[in-house]
Nanobody, 125 residues
Framework: QLQLVESGGGLVQPGGSLRLSCAASGFSLNYYAIGWFRQAPGKEREGVSCISKSGGTTNYVDSVKGRFTISRDNAKNTVYLQMNSLKPEDTAVYYC??????????????????WGQGTQVTVSS
């Protein structure tokens, strides 16, 4: 069974940090670009970041540039999202998703094939 499982969410104070993990089971992430998305209550889902299958290409939404870092460890079949300087507006359910790509590219508007169940991130004092 092909699965993506997110972990690492939680409650953190403004200015704090969290590291989200996205672990794959049932398939290898080596051939997949990975995206991180989030959805806050009452808002549409938005793309946060993505990383190409080799890790050579990354993209970020403007609101997280300089604060979030996406990375991957293909040997561990896991992708990470390091989130620093968190703000209340980062509060959302965060999802990871995978799309198989021949080329070493990524795009947050891509049509992703597999999705995780999400992990809650709450930034509040």
């Amino acid at each position: 069974q092909l699965q993506l499982v997110e972990s690492g969410g939680g409650l953190v104070q403004p200015g704090g940090s969290l590291r989200l993990s996205c672990a794959a089971s049932g398939f290898s992430l080596n051939y997949y670009a990975i995206g991180w998305f989030r959805q806050a209550p009452g808002k549409e889902r938005e793309g946060v970041s993505c990383i190409s299958k080799s890790g050579g290409t990354t993209n970020y939404v403007d609101s997280v540039k300089g604060r979030f870092t996406i990375s991957r460890d293909n040997a561990k079949n896991t992708v990470y999202l390091q989130m620093n300087s968190l703000k209340p507006e980062d509060t959302a359910v965060y999802y990871c998703a995978a799309v198989r790509r021949m080329w070493d590219i990524c795009a947050m508007y891509d049509r992703y094939d597999y999705w995780g169940q999400g992990t809650q991130v709450t930034v509040s004092s």
